[in-house]
T-cell receptor, first 111, second 112 residues
């Protein structure tokens, strides 16, 4: 069956430092989405990646999809306190149409 | 209007009660989802409705009963729940053919 690993589980950074979370799948993905959930809030869509090797940017956020479509990363440059929350990857598998959330990476930013 | 609404925001119920959660969207989305989320955990998919028909049931216990009366509404009927069913219940919708999910704010359920 499909397995997903999202790391790290927690990341504590000083404001201004960079942050990266990684999502790794045991099998090839159809596509991947990234969501952010603030404390006490609900998941909010950030981006979708579909093509092998795709890179997308949103201001300080950079999203990458691996060439083999088995892994993805979200990188935040110069974190701010507004970046606090849990970042989840959400995976689509062609085989069986499975939908799975990664375990999430909880980011805390110290001002 | 890019909003998914959920009612109630909070619900406390006993193990013998029957209650319902409601989700509504007016974005014309034809896929709707129920998720369960425990603290510090990712959302777990429960049910998917596509064009008002149940397309995915992730082996959810029968004490949870989904219903999709029309393309804008999604209900989750609850009966004889257990304390371990206490969680945040999230509804989401998606435009058929496009994959962005829009989540509602959730219903925080406590089962006593």
């Amino acid at each position: 069956g499909q397995q997903v690993m999202q790391i790290p589980q927690y990341q504590h950074v000083q404001e201004g430092e960079d942050f990266t979370t990684y999502c790794n799948s045991s099998t090839t993905l159809s596509n991947i989405q990234w969501y952010k959930q603030r404390p006490g809030g609900h998941p909010v869509f950030l981006i979708q990646l579909v093509k092998s090797g795709e890179v997308k940017k949103q201001k300080r956020l950079t999203f990458q999809f691996g060439e083999a479509k088995k892994n993805s990363s979200l990188h935040i440059t110069a974190t701010q306190t507004t970046d606090v929350g849990t970042y989840f990857c959400w995976l689509f598998y062609n085989q069986g149409g499975k939908l799975i959330f990664g375990q999430g990476t909880e980011l805390s930013v110290k001002p | 209007d890019t909003e998914v609404t959920q009612t109630p925001k909070h619900l406390v119920m006993g193990m013998t009660n029957k209650k319902s959660l409601k989700c509504e969207q007016h974005m014309g989305h034809r896929a709707m989802y129920w998720y369960k989320q425990k603290a510090k955990k990712p959302p777990e998919l429960m049910f998917v409705y596509s064009y008002e028909k149940l397309s995915i049931n992730e082996s959810v216990p029968s004490r949870f009963s989904p219903e999709c009366p029309n393309s804008s509404l999604l209900n989750l009927h609850l009966h004889a729940l257990q304390p371990e069913d206490s969680a945040l219940y999230l509804c989401a919708s998606r435009l058929a053919g496009r994959d962005t999910q829009y989540f509602g704010p959730g219903t925080r359920l406590t089962v006593l």
